[in-house]
C-alpha cells in the first residue's frame, strides 16, 4: 500500500528534524515544500509518501509507520 502524509509547523529547526526522521523512517519527499506567513512566522508544510506493506485502514497511525 502506499502512505501519504503532511508534516506542518513554523520553519524551524523542529520542523526539519520531524522532516528529516521521517526521510530516515523511510518516506520520500512528494513535491516540494509551501510556505505561507502568518503574520508573526512562516509556517511550512512537506508531503511525503512511503511504500508498506499490508492493507490500507483508516485506523492506521501514520507517525508510528
Same mark, same amino acid.
Given at each position: 500500500? /502506499? ?46 509518501? /512511503? ?12 507517525? /508510528?509507520?
Amino acid at each position: 500500500m /502506499k502512505l501519504y502524509r503532511c508534516l506542518t509547523g513554523p520553519d524551524d529547526a523542529t520542523f526539519c528534524l520531524r522532516v528529516s526522521e521521517a526521510l530516515n523512517l523511510g518516506w520520500e519527499l512528494h513535491g516540494g515544500p509551501a510556505l505561507t506567513f502568518d503574520g508573526n512566522r512562516v509556517i511550512a508544510a512537506q508531503a511525503l509518501v /512511503k511504500e508498506a506493506p499490508g492493507q490500507f485502514s483508516r485506523d492506521l497511525d501514520l507517525s /508510528k509507520q
